[in-house]
C-alpha cells in the first residue's frame, strides 16, 4: 500500500525528532522530510511533494502564516499546524489561510509533554487518507470572496418555520461555520447551536472570532445559558452540550462527555437533545468532518419531524460525517458549503429582500 509521505517543519530539533517518531509509528506513513523553518520548509515541499506537512507557527526566518500562504498559493498540500495552546487566535487564522486541521501542544516549551498529543496526531494524521483537497482549494476561494461579498439582506421578520439550527462539524468545520455566519449581518429569528470537534481552551476564542464578522450574538456556552432567538451557542471543547427546558424556557447544559462517546463535542449527544425538546421545529446540518459522529443523531432528529442537512463531498475537505449522515437515508439536502447559508433561509421561510 502506497504511504501517506509527510515534511515535518518546526524550529525546535526535538519537536522535530518527537512529531517525527510518533508518526513513524502509523503504518501508513512515511517522513521524507524536515525543515527548520519557513524557507527551508518551503524548498522540502517542493522538492519532494509531501501528501501532507506538519507546521509549526512561530520560526525564525519566515514565520508559519507566510509559509502556509506561500505553500497553498504555490504547491496546495493538506496542512496540519501544531501549535502552543494560547495561540489560539493564531491557530484560527492558519485553518483561514487554509491548514486542514490543528494540535494544541502542551506547552510552549521543549518538553516530554510533547508526547500526549500522539493520539490525537494519529488520528488527524489518518483524516488525512480520506482528505479532498479540492474541497481545500474551493474554501480558499470561497474564503477570498467571502471578503468581499456583501451579507445576504434579510426582509425585516419575527417569523421562522425553525425554532432551533443545530450544527454539527469536524476537520475542516471552522472556516464553514465562519462562511454560514458571516453570512448574516442581521440576526436570524432563529436559535442556533453547534458542536464542533475541537480541545479545551480553544472555543471561547473560536466564538469571538465568529461573533466579530456576524450579526448573530456568538458565545461559548456555559451551563444554564438561555437558547434564544439571535444567539449562536457553542459547545466547549471537550464537553457535550445538551438542553433542559424549564419554566418554559430551553436551558443550556454542559456536560462531561459519556465514555461511548468517541468524539467531543458530541454532535449526537446534541442533536438527540435538540429533538426530544423542538421535535419538528429543528433543522440539524451535518458539516464536513471525520468519522460519524452526527448520524445516530440525524436519526434522533428525524424521527421527532425535524430537517437534516448535509454538507456535499464536493466542498467538504473530509466527507466522512456528511457521507455517514447521507447513508442513513433521511437528509432532506444536500448542498455545498458556499450554499449553504441560502439554503438554511430557504427551510426556514424567511425571505431575501
Do not use: W
Request: proline fraction near 6%.
Amino acid at each position: 500500500m502506497k504511504k501517506v509521505r509527510i515534511v515535518v517543519i518546526d524550529d525546535s530539533a526535538y519537536n522535530r525528532r518527537t512529531i517525527t517518531k510518533m508518526l513513524e509509528e502509523i503504518p501508513e506513513v512515511e517522513v521524507v522530510g524536515y525543515a527548520v523553518n519557513g524557507e527551508e520548509g518551503i524548498r522540502r515541499v517542493i522538492d519532494l511533494t509531501p501528501d501532507l506537512v506538519t507546521l509549526d507557527l512561530e520560526m525564525p526566518k519566515m514565520d508559519g502564516f507566510t509559509t502556509l500562504r506561500i505553500i497553498m498559493n504555490s504547491c496546495p498540500t493538506p496542512v496540519i499546524v501544531i501549535s502552543a495552546g494560547s495561540d489560539d487566535e493564531k491557530v484560527f487564522k492558519a485553518l483561514e489561510l487554509g491548514a486542514v486541521d490543528f494540535i494544541a501542544k502542551p506547552t510552549r516549551t521543549i518538553s516530554d509533554e510533547l508526547l500526549k498529543i500522539q493520539d490525537d496526531l494519529q488520528k488527524k494524521v489518518r483524516s488525512v487518507f480520506n482528505l479532498n483537497m479540492a474541497g481545500i482549494k474551493r474554501r480558499e476561494a470561497l474564503f477570498s470572496q467571502d471578503a468581499a461579498k456583501r451579507p445576504l439582506a434579510i426582509a425585516p421578520t419575527k417569523k421562522s418555520q425553525i425554532d432551533i439550527i443545530a450544527i454539527g462539524a469536524s476537520t475542516g468545520g471552522p472556516p464553514a461555520l465562519q462562511s454560514i455566519f458571516s453570512a448574516f449581518d442581521t440576526p436570524l429569528p432563529v436559535a442556533i447551536v453547534v458542536s464542533q470537534h475541537m480541545p479545551p481552551g480553544f472555543t471561547k476564542a473560536f466564538a469571538e472570532r465568529l461573533n466579530r464578522t456576524s450579526g448573530f450574538e456568538i458565545k461559548e456556552a456555559k451551563d444554564g445559558d438561555t437558547v434564544s432567538p439571535g444567539r449562536v451557542l457553542i459547545a466547549p471543547g471537550g464537553r457535550n452540550l445538551i438542553f433542559n427546558r424549564l419554566d418554559g424556557v430551553v436551558i443550556a447544559r454542559v456536560v462531561d462527555p459519556l465514555p461511548e462517546d468517541k468524539y467531543v463535542p458530541s454532535v449526537d449527544a446534541m442533536f438527540a437533545s435538540c429533538a426530544k425538546i423542538y421535535g419538528s421545529r429543528m433543522l440539524a446540518v451535518v458539516l464536513t468532518g471525520m468519522g460519524n459522529d452526527g448520524s445516530r443523531g440525524v436519526r434522533a432528529a428525524k424521527a421527532a419531524g425535524g430537517g437534516v442537512f448535509a454538507e456535499s463531498d464536493e466542498s467538504a475537505v473530509v466527507f466522512g460525517m456528511p457521507r455517514e449522515a447521507i447513508a442513513t437515508g433521511l437528509v432532506d439536502r444536500i448542498t455545498t458549503i458556499d450554499k449553504m447559508s441560502c439554503e438554511i433561509l430557504s427551510y426556514c421561510g424567511i425571505q431575501r429582500r
